[in-house]
């Protein structure tokens, strides 16, 4: 298995607060992904980064911010947490374009977040 | 605009059955089409891809059909386990961007 850890596991949370969720990887993936899952939503990509201090919008990033100062840790925001927030978030990295690992993602085990 | 629609969104099979598992793309730009499983309360994980200059590919029970002119995929799950019961993601990739795009996925249960 990738070696992804995402923490924390598991939390709740009420609305308006600030959460952080952190991935780290001992992989040292150029590439890595948060994405969202949700019941008939599939996996939808929020934010991914492409090397250190590089990041870019996914399909849903508003209310969600996102750093990367290592190479093997992504950390996902939720800077004023709103029940439409509760999720199973993901993280995943993968081998950078032109690579034989391009276009394979690697999850993590998944962070359950509830917003009340 | 969904990118990648998948179907059906749940399916049941009988032990030993055949499992079909269809998915439509719109982007020329995917050049990597993996589909990946998921049991409860893990992350989903890579079960077997292709890419678009073959028509066919073959992992054990897996296989997966691609026709490019259709922009059509399809995973069939051959002589079907219980052990098979999961949810089941199709992507497509554009590799030179580094993204994926998932179907909404597909729980499939295997009775025995």
């Known amino acids: 298995d990738a070696g992804i850890t995402q923490s924390p596991r598991h939390k709740v949370t009420e609305t308006g607060t600030p959460v952080t969720l952190r991935c780290h990887q001992t992989?040292?993936?150029?590439?890595m992904y948060w994405y969202r899952q949700d019941p008939g939503h599939g996996l939808r990509l929020i934010h991914y980064?492409?090397?250190?201090?590089?990041?870019d919008k996914g399909e849903v990033s508003d209310g969600y911010s996102v750093s990367r100062s290592k190479t093997e840790d992504f950390l996902l925001t939720l800077e004023s947490a709103t029940s439409s927030q509760t999720s199973v978030y993901f993280c995943?990295?993968?081998?950078?374009?032109?690579?034989?690992?391009?276009?394979?993602?690697?999850f993590g085990e998944g962070s359950r977040l509830t917003v009340l | 605009q969904q990118q990648v629609k998948q179907s059906p969104q749940s399916l049941i099979v009988q032990k030993g059955g055949i499992s079909i598992i269809n998915c439509a793309y719109e982007?020329?730009?995917?050049?990597?089409f993996p589909w990946y499983q998921q049991f409860p309360g893990k992350g989903p994980a890579l079960l077997i891809a292709?890419?678009?200059?073959?028509s066919e590919k073959k992992e054990g029970r897996f296989t997966i059909s691609f026709n490019k002119s259709a922009k059509q995929f399809s995973l069939h799950i051959m002589d079907s386990q219980p052990g098979d019961s999961a949810t089941y993601f199709c992507?497509?990739?554009?590799?030179?961007?580094?993204?994926?795009?998932f179907g909404d996925g597909t729980t499939l249960t295997v009775k025995p």
């Open positions: 995943a990295i993968s081998g950078p374009p032109g690579t034989g690992v391009a276009g394979e993602l690697f």
């Open positions: 992989e040292n993936h150029r590439y």
């Open positions: 980064s492409y090397g250190v201090k590089d990041t």
């Open positions: 982007n020329t730009a995917f050049d990597y």
């Open positions: 292709i890419r678009p200059d073959v």
């Open positions: 992507a497509a990739s554009d590799t030179n961007a580094g993204k994926s795009t």
